[in-house]
């Protein structure tokens, strides 16, 4: 019994010891998802395709040419099919639903709030994200900060990387979602 | 003393156990509060009891009309008294703030981002939530991502449902707000 | 080794009870960051300095002048330059990007949604914030939710005082982030 407890202490230190981890350690997930979203931007004549739409913009702009400047200005509110595969036409397993801002005038920024609402035999629930978009970038994260249903309190990193873009009515997004906490 | 410590090398196994759970288990709110808002939205008739406004909205539609198509490309900034009962007449406890975004043109889905800013007897601090409300569903789950005051650093979920609404001018939202991180 | 196991036991007892904390318990930060932002907001005659523009505003408003009634429904976007200390010439350690919400009829408070893009010798990464400003009390606390890079699923409070203002073009703000989950 004594050395059970023996055991147990040194298997409980071990796990206190990870709840306070030094900097720079590289942490596995505790789930990953990898979804990509198609977003057809509403540019007054493609109404019935378009999955979101300028609503703001900066004096002088308006609400179906992308702002001067880099877009600075604009805000888009999106309703997006998510696909497991980069085809557009793949059987949605959801929708990216939210709004990105264009936030720099001397370069592609945007400050996206959104969420994913997963519907499919694999995944029933909603995860939700905020970040900073440097759309230029090969890579980006922004952080996953709460989910529901199968994503309960979920937490994690999502890293965004634009898969394909056509002018400015189409850019397809790769996401790959790795939470750290999974309740 | 070593009985103690057997006890301790339990109790804190267990302790360490429910910080690593599986999948659907069912977890107990560390705290719960159930609270109503009362939005009232400007139609360019009512400024003197508005609570919220339209503040963008897709190219052709205006700002005192919710958009056509499911109101998709609105976006409502308010500022909404929180009562603890569904009476609108009742005495606030606080004032819920923050926006939702209509982003769906072909059924009704909001996102939303907004705090609870409550300063009552009982409570005082901030709760901030975001996530997305499909808005015809019964109840809806989001993301509370933070605190402050009695709140400091708390996570949860809230439960929201739509308790009653007039035309596209008054609605009333219960939200069941279930702590699962209290510190 | 028995008393070392009692240590333990005793070391992870505290550990696991401190996950559990009472109310009103005074934490202290594992990591804290004392930053300054500048906001110059475009009126219609400073393109070139101006870091911010309102692009969404209630009927009866427009773009280049805060709205009346305490700016309710005004939406800015915003790219401002972060120093060390509060002069808005010193070099930037990097950008906070985001939008604000005038969102009361009588008073002045915001609601935020921002990200700090840090890319200095000291820090690279991202911090995710929202949250309720009052605006002119003088400390208001709001929510960091995420972050990334060395602030990799960080979580904490920022308390922000408007440290100088000037009309309504120019403001200053000092934001403490005191970190309470660091990894």
Redesign the interface.
């Known amino acids: 019994?004594?050395a059970?407890?023996?055991l147990?202490?040194?298997?409980?230190?071990l796990?206190?010891s990870s709840?306070h981890?030094g900097?720079k350690?590289q942490?596995k997930p505790c789930k990953e998802l990898v979804l990509y979203f198609h977003d057809i931007i509403?540019n007054?004549q493609n109404a019935a395709n378009a999955t979101s739409?300028?609503?703001?913009?900066?004096?002088g702009a308006?609400?179906?040419i992308l702002a001067s400047q880099f877009h600075?200005?604009?805000?888009a509110?999106?309703?997006d099919p998510i696909t497991l595969d980069n085809n557009l036409h793949s059987p949605p397993v959801g929708?990216a639903?939210?709004?990105y801002?264009?936030?720099?005038?001397n370069t592609f920024?945007a400050?996206l709030?959104?969420?994913f609402?997963l519907n499919s035999t694999d995944h029933h629930g909603?995860i939700?994200f905020?970040?900073?978009d440097?759309t230029l970038v090969k890579t980006r994260?922004?952080?996953?900060?709460?989910?529901?249903?199968?994503f309960?309190?979920h937490?994690?990193?999502a890293t965004i990387a634009t898969d394909a873009f056509e002018d400015d009515v189409y850019f397809r997004l790769r996401v790959d979602i790795k939470f750290?906490?999974?309740?």
């Open positions: 019994m004594r059970t407890c023996i147990l202490c040194f298997l409980t230190f796990v206190a709840a981890p900097k350690k942490y509403y007054g739409a300028i609503v703001a913009a900066p004096e308006n609400l179906t600075f200005g604009n805000i509110v999106f309703d929708r639903q939210g709004m801002i264009y936030d720099t005038k920024t400050w709030g959104f969420s609402v909603t939700n905020i970040g900073a440097p994260d922004i952080s996953v900060v709460g989910g529901t249903g199968d309960f309190m937490r994690g990193i750290y906490e999974c309740w």
